[in-house]
Nanobody
């Protein structure tokens, strides 16, 4: 079992920055690729960003490319999402998730986009971007 806890959400104005964090406990953090998803009001949950175990691969949805940066600290079992130039359409509940890897090679290459590829989820943190 992996327990994930997000933090860092809040109310910000358009153009502002926010940093989300995800703290993991339980199983070995380096057995999991990590990802961020979000669900806006009236919308389905969507992929935001993912990072492989060793950080060699980092993927983003097009709408956040160049504005958001995903990172992880394996020594502290944490993951972060730095969000810059926030827009009202970024308003959502943000979830962190963990996907178990199945091979050593996957440590560099595996950064899944599909929600069904993830094994554990946090409870979410709210981000509201509004003037």
């Amino acid at each position: 079992q992996v327990h994930l806890v997000e933090s860092g959400g809040g109310l910000v104005q358009p153009g502002d920055s926010l940093r989300l964090s995800c703290a993991a406990s339980g199983r070995t953090f380096t057995d999991y690729a990590m990802g961020w998803f979000r669900q806006g009001p009236g919308k389905e949950r969507e992929f935001v960003a993912a990072i492989s175990v060793n950080g060699g691969r980092r993927d983003y949805v097009d709408s956040v490319e160049g504005r958001f940066t995903i990172s992880r600290d394996n020594g502290k079992s944490t993951m972060s999402l730095q969000m810059n130039s926030l827009k009202p359409e970024d308003t959502a509940v943000y979830y962190c998730a963990a996907a178990r890897i199945t091979s050593f090679f996957a440590r560099t290459t595996y950064a899944p986009h599909g929600a069904n590829e993830y094994d554990y989820w946090g409870q979410g943190t709210h981000v509201t971007v509004s003037s």
